[in-house]
Antibody, heavy 122, light 109 residues
Framework: QLQLQESGPGLVKPSETLSLTCTVS??????????WGWIRQPPGKGLEWIGS???????YYNSSLKSRVTLSVDTSKNQFSLKLTSVTAADTAVYYC??????????????WGQGTLVTVSS | EIVMTQSPATLSVSPGERATLSCRAS??????LAWYQQRPGQAPRLLIY???TRATGIPARFSGSGSGTEFTLTISSLQSEDFAVYYC???????????FGGGTKVETK
């Protein structure tokens, strides 16, 4: 059974960089047809897609966050990571990592991590 | 950018009743639409993809319909575990973009 687990600091100061890692177990991050993504959810609000990465390093980002986001992948560790720069209180959210299955017919987030709350505060 | 609008924001339904949730796209997304369920304190769970195909393990009381710009998620007879927030998500212009709707909360009447 595939599992994803987010890790990283739960508190980040304003203007600093938020860094999170997602560790994938029970399957290979290098499998074809799968992208790996980050989605966030501010307290009491809806879901926002941040970006997705393929094991080759190809990335796609939400245009609203593109200037501040970098995704990377480490296939040797079966991990992928998120960096979000110049954070403000508006970046306070639960951050989820998820597997994105994509082929010619469909695209779907079929496995999710449990999520990790990141608070931006001094 | 494709904007996804869900209605109503909150739906009050009694257990055993039918719930009908709507999702509208700002432009056609064909059938490239998924639905997710999020229970309190949990991660979202995939319910439907391709507008109408149930994901593995999803009960038959969940059904999706629609194409183009108008979509519906129907829960035929609400069970206690179905009271949750539901999100639609389009993937018509993937890559490079994915968009979620704002969500509909299904609460007990």
């Amino acid at each position: 059974q595939l599992q994803l687990q987010e890790s990283g600091p739960g508190l980040v100061k304003p203007s600093e960089t938020l860094s999170l890692t997602c560790t994938v177990s029970g399957g290979s991050i290098s499998s074809s047809s799968y992208y790996w993504g980050w989605i966030r959810q501010p307290p009491g609000k809806g879901l926002e897609w941040i970006g997705s990465i393929y094991y080759s390093g190809t990335t796609y980002y939400n245009s609203s966050l593109k200037s501040r986001v970098t995704l990377s992948v480490d296939t040797s560790k079966n991990q992928f990571s998120l960096k979000l720069t110049s954070v403000t209180a508006a970046d306070t959210a639960v951050y989820y990592c998820a597997r994105l299955y994509s082929d010619s017919w469909t695209t779907k987030f079929d496995y999710w991590g449990q999520g990790t709350l990141v608070t931006v505060s001094s | 950018e494709i904007v996804m609008t869900q209605s109503p924001a909150t739906l009050s339904v009694s257990p055993g009743e039918r719930a009908t949730l709507s999702c509208r796209a700002s432009q056609s997304v064909s059938s490239n639409l998924a639905w997710y369920q999020q229970r309190p304190g949990q991660a979202p769970r995939l319910l439907i993809y391709g507008a109408s195909t149930r994901a593995t393990g999803i009960p038959a009381r969940f059904s999706g319909s629609g194409s183009g710009t108008e979509f519906t998620l129907t829960i035929s007879s609400l069970q206690s575990e179905d009271f949750a927030v539901y999100y639609c998500q389009q993937y018509n212009n993937w890559p490079p973009a994915l968009t979620f709707g704002g969500g509909t909360k299904v609460e007990t009447k």
